[in-house]
T-cell receptor
Framework: AQSVTQPDIHITVSEGASLELRCNYS??????LFWYVQSPGQGLQLLLK??????LVQGIKGFEAEFKRSQSSFNLRKPSVHWSDAAEYFC?????????????FGKGTKLSVIP | GAGVSQSPRYKVAKRGQDVALRCDPI?????LFWYQQALGQGPEFLTY????????KSGLPSDRFFAERPEGSVSTLKIQRTQQEDSAVYLC??????????????FGSGTQLSVL
């Protein structure tokens, strides 16, 4: 069974500082990998996704993530955080085989931004 | 519509009461998903529809949970005899394709259910 681990429950960074949110997955083959953001009272919004190819993927709002097969990781990064980035971030995975459709989410990392 | 719409936004139920949660997916979207998000947790898969067919209901936690999408558009998640452990945010998502893992999902804002 797939699983996703987000080791950090809560991270606080200063505005303008760099950010890295960690995500590790457990899966026998290369899965589809996603990062979603959830602001209070809002639905989940897709930031970026990895299926294959270039291991560094660019997303919306200046975010990027790097797939590292050797570490089973898909960490999310942003070079300079804005106050509006304060939200909860979820890493998710989906089976890459035929008939796949379920997303398996991590427990999330809450990001707080200090002005 | 412009996005996935869920109603009500908040629902308070007494233990033992039946509730019905509605999801209006993006017009024309083939696939519809329900997820349950408990406090402090990530969303967990409940069930999946492709048009009106419920292709997977393996995530429904008990037979008190029932979902339908009779005309392949609006979906209703019904919970009978609610229990306190049912308290969670129920998220609906839709996609334009047949529901493969790589498709982009559009999520609604959810219905927050509190069972007293």
């Amino acid at each position: 069974a797939q699983s996703v681990t987000q080791p950090d429950i809560h991270i606080t960074v200063s505005e303008g500082a760099s950010l890295e949110l960690r995500c590790n997955y457990s899966y026998g083959a290369t899965p589809y990998l996603f990062w979603y953001v959830q602001s209070p009272g809002q639905g989940l919004q897709l930031l970026l996704k990895y299926f294959s190819g270039d291991t560094l993927v660019q997303g919306i709002k200046g975010f990027e993530a790097e797939f590292k097969r050797s570490q089973s990781s898909f960490n999310l990064r942003k070079p300079s955080v804005h106050w509006s980035d304060a939200a909860e971030y979820f890493c998710a995975t989906a089976y890459s085989g035929a008939g796949s459709y379920q997303l398996t989410f991590g427990k999330g990392t809450k990001l707080s931004v200090i002005p | 519509g412009a996005g996935v719409s869920q109603s009500p936004r908040y629902k308070v139920a007494k233990r033992g009461q039946d509730v019905a949660l509605r999801c209006d997916p993006i017009s024309g979207h083939v696939s519809l998903f329900w997820y349950q998000q408990a406090l402090g947790q990530g969303p967990e898969f409940l069930t999946y529809f492709q048009n009106e067919a419920q292709l997977d209901k393996s995530g429904l936690p008990s037979d008190r949970f029932f979902a339908e999408r009779p005309e392949g558009s609006v979906s209703t998640l019904k919970i009978q005899r609610t229990q306190q452990e049912d308290s969670a945010v129920y998220l609906c998502a839709s996609s334009s394709g047949p529901g493969q893992g790589h498709e982009k999902l559009f999520f609604g804002s959810g219905t927050q259910l509190s069972v007293l």
